[in-house]
């Protein structure tokens, strides 16, 4: 395995220090498998875009991809080649917004070897100290955009999916290089989830900023990470506007919406008969009583503490050498 992982990959100089008390969490966003929304390519690339990163390995094209079946797209300008799409896949060291350290695994979906391919990877999980996998997908379905957009979640550990929307049914789909990865983690014991964003089947070829920020809450979440995400929300609220409009504009197409709101909540009702714990999508947990009324006696001990209110002058963000928190500093 070490001679074909080397073959597979190679290693950035100096490599990153990855090795934080709890582990590591790895992300993997391989683009060209049911990508519906493009909401895995486009988490990786506001990922890429908005955090702090460096590369760690890149893999050899040559050995995973297929050009003739993934040909890259060329711009020419003035009868000059002068640009060509990047096919690059690789590893990189994150730091989320509170600069806790993760990885991400993106590119393309190898075309080729993807035992080969999955052994690499696993070799640089167990060299990075990676406990815990989450991998991203987003397919089709038959939901209407004007309900809460809904992220399904399968895997080995149940402390990772159990917050999410789980389908407790029998399925045979295609696989592709991300599933073979969860196999083969799975198989060997490690803790791997998947997630996968529900897009309405009529939005699926244009870019769909919810499923995008489903997807990357998803990860906030199973991956105990702080992520920038005030763009995607902006950018998700613009999409509702338009595609309101729309349905607005089109008798036919409301029709069809109504009729799948329909289907929609008689699912989600029926899964609540059978799942009354369960989180649905559009739900906050619930408050623990026990844990808010620790939290109040806090607040009371830290106003004891500070004393008569006019013995100085009140706190105000900032005051303590720190910056005032900004709108994209709060996180759903």
Known sequence: MQDNSRRMYELEYPAPEMKPKNGTTLVVALQGYADAGHAVDSSASHLLSSLENSPVAAFNNDELIDYRSRRPAVRITDHEVVDMDDLTLGLYAMRDS????????A??????????????VIDLSERFNVSRTICLYSAPMTVPHTRPLLVTAHGTSD???????RVNSNMSLPGSASLQLEYTLGSRGRSVAGFTAHVPHYIAASNYPEATLKLLRAVETAGSLSLPLGSLERDSAKMMTLLRD?????????????SLEQSYDEELESYREDNPEALLPGETEATDPDALAEEFERFLASVDDRGDPGDGEADSPGDDGGPAPGPDDQHP
Not at 99 to 105: A, C, I
Not at 159 to 165: A, G, M, S
Not at 246 to 258: C, F, K, P, T, W
């Open 98 to 105: 509170a600069g806790h350290p993760f990885l991400l695994l």
């Open 107 to 120: 590119g393309p979906e190898p075309d080729m070897r993807w035992n080969a391919f999955t052994d690499a």
């Open 159 to 165: 402390e990772i999916t159990r917050r999410h929307f």
């Open 246 to 258: 729309q349905v607005d504009d089109s008798g036919e197409i409301a029709a069809m919406v109504r």
